[in-house]
């Protein structure tokens, strides 16, 4: 990864379309491209309205988007604190073997560490044969991670 020409930043009302495009290259890859429904309007609503549903950011390489993740805020109240929620994740197939992903992951991690997060957790769908497991060389399980206050900290370090 170049990171001079690699960012990652929240998304703004000004990204709806790129948010919209990327998921649609989402279900692309997981061949479902005709059961996206979303539309810009409706994301406008969801992501920037009185009360966000979820929370977007966004990975360029120069000033082509190459990714995205979508995740939102949930609560543990057995920790009695805030968790992260992945919802998706997603990097170009052309962009990917770059460390965007792994990136990305890592990105979370802090905005959870800096939320106070006890617990950061996604679901991942083992049964597409084209997924590629780059969690496991963090030691991260595969069905789910749910990481606690010592797990947070250590997909900071990416």
């Not at 360029?60 to 805020?73: D, I, L, Q, R, S």
């Amino acid at each position: 990864m170049n990171r001079r020409n690699f960012k990652i930043r929240d998304a703004t009302v000004a990204d709806i379309p790129i948010i919209l495009q990327l998921i649609r290259d989402l279900a692309t890859y997981e061949r479902a491209p005709d059961d996206v429904v979303a539309t810009e309007k409706g994301l406008h609503q969801v992501l920037f309205g009185a009360e966000p549903a979820a929370k977007v950011v966004i990975a360029f390489e120069n000033t082509e988007p190459v990714g995205f993740a979508v995740y939102f805020f949930n609560f543990s109240t057995w920790l009695g604190r805030p968790g992260l929620y992945l919802e998706d994740l997603f990097v170009k197939p052309e962009m990917r073997g770059r460390g965007y992903g792994r990136a990305l992951l890592v990105h979370l991690a802090k905005i959870a560490r800096d939320h106070n997060c006890g617990r950061m957790e996604w679901a991942v769908l083992l049964g597409t044969d084209h997924f590629r497991h780059p969690e496991r060389s963090r030691g991260i399980p595969l069905r789910k991670l749910q990481g606690n206050f010592h797990g947070i900290p250590r997909l900071c370090s990416g």
